[in-house]
């Protein structure tokens, strides 16, 4: 296997683990009265990567985050997939080769946890898993995620930016060193 | 303008990426409907690779977490122990006379027992501390996981409690490990069934769920009743069902009484009595019976 690809698999084991140990701590209520949180940590740091992965490793490299992800945390094993393989493509297809700006990722990630929130949500209500209205739904769950996720993509950002994962960027010949 | 070699292949790689997106977005819509008619529980192989995985999470990096910041909580709670003490002091004055109260009523039931040849009573039970080693609100199933599970004599189908009330019952359990499905999901497979004790009257119903909007369990009344009392307290009645339940668990409050136009169905909402912001130790409950 590609070292490259094993190491950026390794960087989102280590923030899937964060995400998880972030869920433990957070404060959560099962009655769906209060807030909920979800941290995106791996879904951030997925988001940056994939800006910067090589073509050829850039869908096992999705399929195995969704695949990870969905038997590990989730409850619904294709979809999960299913969406990161859809943001490696739609990532790939409207970024520019080169490196995200701070408020281009921002957004892209922005997007890309809007668009995973509301589509298992809306995959939990054709479900019947849930019957929380959209509106609930919206202020205690969706809009107080987003907020706590662009808290932490400052520090995903910080760290994906200085500790300089994927190294060098070889402008002239398109893929990194 | 004359088309260069470059602008074809640029158009058709343009095309064949407006392709690939419709087909992902539509896939995403297909499989969603498709999700409708097949069950979305884990196979058991999946539960079984993400439970141990949950486990080795919690025993290598929560539970010393835990540990470090429990030593923290613990010595803060030192400060206020000469008060509690002082408490505890004024009541343990009265448990004397409640202990002797409980000692004969105990040695009446023994003779009961003893005269009508009944070993054990539909209220009795044992319980099994466990800890909660997975507890993900954000995943919609409203699923937590104990560090508990056959090895440690655990069912599927025991009761779960906290100190407080009933939280759900074991939906599925590995050698290692339980997964118990809590009474608020709002898609429970199996029903509960309860008594309300309403003043001198014992009325009875089964829980079919959690109405998320007004943020009470919903029970579907069997017998009949005209008033309710305020607060009427639910427990479980241990009847029916997989007959893993014992009697008199307490589940909650009752709060609101609501009859179908029809007339068919009477509606009662619950505000359950355990505490679901915070889930770390809970008891798994184990109905004492003539099979043990």
Do not use: Q, R, T
């Given at each position: 296997m590609n070292k490259r690809l094993v190491r950026y698999l390794l960087i989102i084991l280590v923030c899937f683990i964060c995400d998880d140990l972030l869920k433990y701590y957070l404060p959560q209520s099962f009655l769906n009265k209060g807030i909920t949180i979800i941290p995106y940590l791996g879904l951030i740091m997925f988001t940056l990567l994939n800006n910067t992965i090589d073509e050829d490793m850039r869908y096992p490299f999705a399929l195995i985050c969704g695949g990870f992800y969905s038997l590990?945390?989730?409850?619904s094993l294709l979809m999960y997939m299913l969406l990161f393989v859809v943001f490696a493509f739609v990532g790939r297809l409207y970024t520019k080769k080169s490196k995200f700006t701070y408020f281009e990722a921002l957004l892209f990630v922005v997007l890309t946890i809007f668009t995973q929130e509301v589509v298992i949500y809306w995959l939990m209500w054709m479900t019947k898993v849930t019957k929380l209205f959209i509106v609930t739904y919206m202020l205690n769950r969706l809009l107080p995620t987003v907020i706590f996720n662009i808290v932490g993509y400052n520090l995903v950002y910080y760290i994906h930016d200085k500790l300089?994962?994927?190294?060098?960027?070889?402008v002239y010949f398109g893929k990194r060193s | 303008m004359i088309k260069t070699r470059g602008d074809i292949l640029n158009n058709r790689r343009k095309k064949r990426n407006k392709r690939i997106l419709i087909s992902c977005i539509v896939a995403v819509f297909v499989f969603s409907f498709f999700s409708l008619f097949i069950s979305r529980n884990q196979t058991k192989i999946e539960k079984m690779f993400s439970n141990s995985i949950a486990v080795v999470e919690y025993y290598l990096i929560k539970k010393p977490i835990s540990f470090v910041g429990d030593l923290f909580s613990e010595y803060n709670a030192l400060k206020d122990v000469y008060q509690e003490n002082k408490i505890l002091k004024e009541k343990l004055n009265s448990y004397a006379s409640v202990e002797a109260n409980t000692d004969v009523l105990s040695s009446e039931i023994k003779k009961l027992k003893d005269l009508t040849k009944i070993?054990?009573?539909?209220?009795e039970y044992k319980t099994k501390t466990a800890g909660v080693v997975t507890r993900d609100?954000?995943?919609?199933?409203?699923e937590i996981l104990l560090d508990v599970g056959s090895m440690g004599n655990v069912e599927e189908g025991m009761v779960v409690c906290d100190s407080q009330g009933m939280i759900g019952t074991i939906s599925s359990v590995t050698e290692i490990s339980a997964t118990v499905s809590l009474l608020t999901t709002q898609n429970p497979t199996k029903q509960v069934p309860v008594m309300i004790l309403n003043g001198n009257d014992t009325l009875y119903g089964l829980m079919d769920g959690y109405d998320v909007n007004r943020g009470y369990l919903s029970i579907t009344l069997l017998s009949d009743v005209e008033k309710l009392e305020k607060n009427a307290k639910v427990y479980t009645?241990?009847?029916?069902?997989?007959?893993m339940s014992p009697k008199g668990i307490y589940i909650g409050t009752s709060k609101k009484l609501s009859v179908k136009s029809d007339g068919t169905t009477t509606k009662l909402y619950v505000k359950p009595?355990?505490?679901?912001?915070?889930?770390s130790y809970v008891a798994v409950v184990k109905k004492v019976n003539s099979h043990e």
């Open positions: 590990i945390y989730g409850n300089k994962i994927e190294g060098d960027n070889n | 070993n054990y009573l539909p209220s609100a954000s995943n919609w199933n409203n009645s241990g009847l029916g069902g997989d007959g009595a355990a505490n679901f912001n915070d889930l």
